[in-house]
T-cell receptor, first 114, second 116 residues
Framework: SQQGEEDPQALSIQEGENATMNCSYKTSINNLQWYRQNSGRGLVHLILIRSNEREKHSGRLRVTLDTSKKSSSLLITASRAADTASYFCALTHPIIQGAQKLVFGQGTRLTINP | DGGITQSPKYLFRKEGQNVTLSCEQNLNHDAMYWYRQDPGQGLRLIYYSQIVNDFQKGDIAEGYSVSREKKESFPLTVTSAQKNPTAFYLC???????????????FGEGSRLTVL
């Protein structure tokens, strides 16, 4: 399968705690992206990490990529109730037939309890 | 403001009817995509278009059709041949080539189709 697999499928933590979500994949990638989706809304891009990068930060977000293990993690520090959403990893594979497709995983549903 | 507009937000359809979902973008993006999302699931690619007057089937194109007559517009028709059309449909766009090509997709707010 070309898609990533997120783990866990659901995560519930207390406000202020850190949340970690993982994404594993099986084939080579160009880059890996994380998106957020509030219930019933469109997806919003959070962060992109290229295959030659190991770690990136954006505000309270930290993404790591281990290409040898074919896995990535998204860490949200000091969680807030507003972080409650589904989080998806999306993979970009090497261009096939002139097109570059983004393949999404099943997502992790994160709930932050006040 | 620049963005992607999907309409309608909610749509009800009787079995056997075709419906068309609208997707318009004013971001000057070349590539546009249609995804389907079922409850609690990820996104599956229906069709995508890299350039005007050209489009390719995604992973679940059966029962759907698209057109790309203008750069700004990429409508999706859900035909009566689609066996289970009730779902949340998401349109997205992305620039291709040049320094603006970060690979990031910009999404609309989605259209929820229910077949009665």
């Amino acid at each position: 399968s070309q898609q990533g697999e997120e783990d866990p499928q659901a995560l519930s933590i207390q406000e202020g705690e850190n949340a970690t979500m993982n994404c594993s994949y099986k084939t080579s990638i160009n880059n890996l992206q994380w998106y957020r989706q509030n219930s019933g809304r469109g997806l919003v891009h959070l962060i992109l990490i290229r295959s030659n990068e190991r770690e990136k930060h954006s505000g309270r977000l930290r993404v790591t990529l281990d290409t040898s293990k074919k896995s990535s993690s998204l860490l949200i520090t000091a969680s807030r109730a507003a972080d409650t959403a589904s989080y998806f990893c999306a993979l970009t594979h090497p261009i096939i037939q002139g097109a570059q497709k983004l393949v999404f995983g099943q997502g992790t549903r994160l709930t932050i309890n006040p | 403001d620049g963005g992607i507009t999907q309409s309608p937000k909610y749509l009800f359809r009787k079995e056997g009817q075709n419906v068309t979902l609208s997707c318009e973008q004013n971001l000057n993006h070349d590539a546009m995509y249609w995804y389907r999302q079922d409850p609690g699931q990820g996104l599956r690619l229906i069709y995508y278009s890299q350039i005007v007057n050209d489009f390719q089937k995604g992973d679940i194109a059966e029962g759907y059709s698209v057109s790309r007559e203008k750069k700004e517009s990429f409508p999706l028709t859900v035909t009566s041949a689609q066996k289970n059309p009730t779902a949340f449909y998401l349109c997205a766009s992305r620039p291709t080539g040049g320094p603006s090509n970060t690979g990031e997709l910009f999404f609309g707010e989605g259209s929820r189709l229910t077949v009665l």
